[in-house]
């Protein structure tokens, strides 16, 4: 079969995961068609050029360490897949110590012009307004978090879900590792029992009232973020940020997420906290946990200090920070199948933030499998996700069912907590005691070279 016989791969949206996807599908031999709606005279509420790959909020792809750090694994692995977003970062970074950072306007312009100048990539400046014509029959969609409100309203369609755009309260989540057990304890309120028969599926930190009223102090001190215009966020009370309550009463949390009722610290049973903070699960591996109730919008670096105030997770690591903001994604665990497709359609497929990973790299990194998936389907040879053990196949993994079933669906950023976990070694490779403190990036170091070992024999047998 020569290119000239094969029907073309249809990309909408020119995103970093759009311009990735269409990117993998184009160096397969495939001929890719990118529709991007930004043309001279129109934008969006947040993009301010029409140039492909535009970063609208920062110039950072975070940490470039690939040994211990999972973003920076996962610009590894994406390097080794031939990634344009990543190769054209290179081109433009600039100085950022530990960190990828790009200049933003020459980015975006070496993404563009390479997309342009490939001959199996033509890029068509129009929006879609509605589903992909029916002979479309290999799509993805990699529209992002302001995809039109009429492609939105289509995609409705073929869910059923009740809405695709909306609010999202986010709570922060904990690496399990990094909770002190020695304060905290596992108990469900009055000890019922959940679903699955388990009387303990919570993580108590119990406070006195000296640490609580500095707790809520600190709360409604600490610095907040400011919401962009065109959010419109709304406040419900289903969601109220943690520190809008506490702006309420100070003994609002008490009598909220944060009451002492039906626990007992098996520590100290006669003495009641004057107030507890509960943990929950949040993926089927047990490496996460979130902090029930504490969808907030204090600036990230106030968050951690904050919340290390609490008894048991002075020492937290947290794999996501909390926030609240407009946002737009798919129930992906109920929607979508391992070959991200759509299941009520399996033409459409879904890659970038619209499937609930978080960050420009998590977005990008699944519009290039997204592109490497359909690519191979065109060519007649059906590829498989990498394993869960890679950074991209534990995103994967998340946005099509390791979050906890049962909880609402929410975005993640790469971490180690999605991977499957390793022992921390106590010697290296020569033989030489580790110290205890040094244990986790030991850890975070073989994990990282399993992920990139396992990348590359999955590249290999394609």
């Known amino acids: 079969m020569t290119v000239s016989d094969l029907k073309p ?15 993998q599908i184009a160096s397969a031999g495939v001929p890719v ?3 991007e709606m930004r043309r001279p005279g129109v934008r969006t509420d947040a993009h301010h050029t029409d140039g ?21 694994l996962l610009h590894a692995e994406m390097r080794e897949l031939g990634s344009i977003i990543m190769s054209s970062a290179h081109d433009h970074q600039v100085p950022a110590g530990g960190a990828l950072a790009v200049d933003r306007d020459g980015f975006s312009q070496k993404v563009t012009a390479r997309l342009e100048a490939h001959p199996l990539v033509t890029v068509v400046r129009e929006e879609l307004t509605g589903l992909p014509p029916e002979d479309w029959d290999n799509v993805i969609i990699a529209t992002g978090p302001l995809t039109s409100p009429s492609l939105a309203e289509a995609i409705l369609g ?5 809405e695709l755009s909306f609010f999202d309260a986010i709570a922060p989540i904990v690496h399990a590792e990094s909770i002190d057990f020695d304060i905290a304890w596992r108990q469900s309120r009055y000890d019922k029992e959940g679903p699955g028969g388990d009387a303990a599926a919570y993580v108590n930190c119990p406070m006195n009232k000296e640490q609580y009223d500095a707790f809520i102090e600190a709360l409604i001190t600490g610095p907040k973020a400011e919401f962009k215009e065109w959010e419109n966020v709304p406040y419900f009370d289903g969601c109220l940020p943690i520190e809008v309550m506490a702006e309420r009463g100070r003994e609002t949390l008490r009598h909220g997420p944060m009451k002492p009722v ?6 100290d049973p006669l003495v009641k906290a004057h107030a507890i903070v509960q943990l929950r699960q949040d993926n089927a591996l047990g490496t996460l946990f979130n902090i029930v ?11 951690a200090d904050v919340f290390r105030m609490i008894p048991g997770l002075q020492n937290a690591q947290f794999a996501r920070l909390g926030g609240l903001h407009r946002n737009t994604y798919l129930n992906s665990p109920r929607l979508l199948d391992r070959q991200m497709r759509l299941k009520a359609m399996p033409r459409l497929r879904f890659a970038g933030q619209v499937t609930g990973v978080e960050g420009y790299v998590e977005s990008a990194a699944t519009g290039l499998l997204a592109g490497r998936l359909a690519a191979a389907e065109r060519l007649g040879h059906p590829l498989d996700a990498p394993a869960a053990h890679t950074a991209i196949g534990a995103l994967v993994e998340h946005i099509t069912g390791g979050h906890m079933a049962g909880s609402k669906f929410q975005p993640m950023n790469i971490n180690y907590g999605l991977l499957p976990p390793l022992e921390a070694p106590k010697v290296d490779e020569a033989g030489v005691k580790i110290p205890l403190k040094e244990r986790g990036r030991a850890k975070k170091r073989l994990m990282s070279i399993r992920a990139l070992n396992d990348l590359k024999a999955w590249r290999d047998a394609a």
């Open 9 to 23: 791969i249809h990309v909408i949206g020119g995103g970093l995961a759009g311009s990735e996807a269409a990117w």
């Open 33 to 35: 068609i990118l529709h």
């Open 52 to 72: 492909l790959a535009e970063l609208v909020c920062s110039n950072s792809f975070r940490s470039d360490d690939w040994e211990h750090n999972a973003v920076g």
């Open 158 to 162: 073929l869910t059923g879900e009740e």
């Open 262 to 267: 039906g626990l007992t610290n098996p520590r």
């Open 293 to 303: 109730g504490f969808q907030t919008k204090l600036k990230h670096g106030a968050q």
